[in-house]
């Protein structure tokens, strides 16, 4: 399967841990999305990185979440000292590498991460 | 700034009966519009894209959708309707860019159920 992968696919935490969602891309492509869903809503944009490069964060809520895409490996969601409201399905895009105006380029998305915090 | 509003957050319909799902946005630009399925418990799937050109955009599992620019509107349509498309319909928006990507804008998503 060449798609976007997640880990774990189900995850959970008691309040106060850190939570650590990886994302590996397809296979050539280097633009990567963050979005959570919350139960009965639709995504929302957290923060797009490319590599080694946050490139708009603005999605992303200033304390506790952080976000990194390092040269070699996968895409790292991080969100220390969870709480209740963290709950949610946290979904990986990426989309693929080119030049101009590339981003009709649809964006291909992993099947999630459902966090769950006891 | 983009919006996306998807009127109805649950439709039913009877098995081959038309599927009308709509999605109308804002934006200060010409926009790039999207249509994703998803199935419980997985990742989205993209149905299909409007980018330029023709306005009326045909997807997969007979779904298409038509761009109307003066009623800022994408509605989804599929002529007949099948239990395999219960699922949960998401459009989305994103901004066009010679530059970079841009993240995009979903609606809250409609669900919909098919009656045998």
């Known amino acids: 399967n060449a798609g976007v992968m997640q880990n774990p696919r189900h995850l959970v935490r008691r309040r106060g841990q850190e939570a650590r969602l990886r994302c590996s891309p397809m296979?050539?492509?280097?633009?990567v999305y963050w979005y959570r869903q919350l139960p009965e809503e639709g995504l929302k944009f957290m923060v797009y990185l490319q590599k080694e490069n946050i490139i708009d964060e603005s999605g992303m809520p200033k304390e506790r979440f952080s976000a990194e895409f390092p040269k070699e490996g996968p895409s790292i969601l991080r969100i220390q000292q969870v709480v209740r409201g963290d709950s949610a399905a946290y979904f990986c895009?990426?989309?693929?590498?080119?030049?101009?105006?590339?981003?009709?380029?649809?964006?291909?998305f992993g099947d999630g991460t459902r966090l769950s915090i006891l | 700034a983009q919006s996306v509003t998807q009127l109805g957050s649950h439709v039913s319909v009877s098995e081959g009966a038309l599927v009308l799902l709509r999605c109308n946005y804002s934006?200060?630009?010409?926009?790039?519009l999207f249509w994703y399925v998803q199935y419980p418990n997985q990742g989205l799937q993209l149905l299909l894209k409007?980018?330029?050109?023709?306005?009326l955009v045909k997807g997969i599992n007979g779904f298409e959708a038509e761009f109307k620019k003066s009623e800022t509107s994408f509605h989804l349509t599929k002529p007949s309707a099948h239990m395999s498309d219960a699922a949960e319909y998401f459009c989305?928006?994103?901004?066009?860019?010679?530059?970079?990507?841009?993240?995009?804008?979903f609606g809250s998503g409609t669900r919909l159920q098919v009656q045998p």
């Open positions: 296979k050539g492509h280097s633009h």
């Open positions: 934006s200060s630009v010409p926009p790039y």
């Open positions: 409007y980018t330029t050109g023709a306005t």
């Open positions: 989305a928006v994103t901004r066009p860019s010679g530059t970079g990507r841009r993240a995009l804008t």
């Open positions: 895009a990426s989309s693929p590498n080119g030049t101009g105006s590339f981003s009709n380029q649809p964006q291909h």
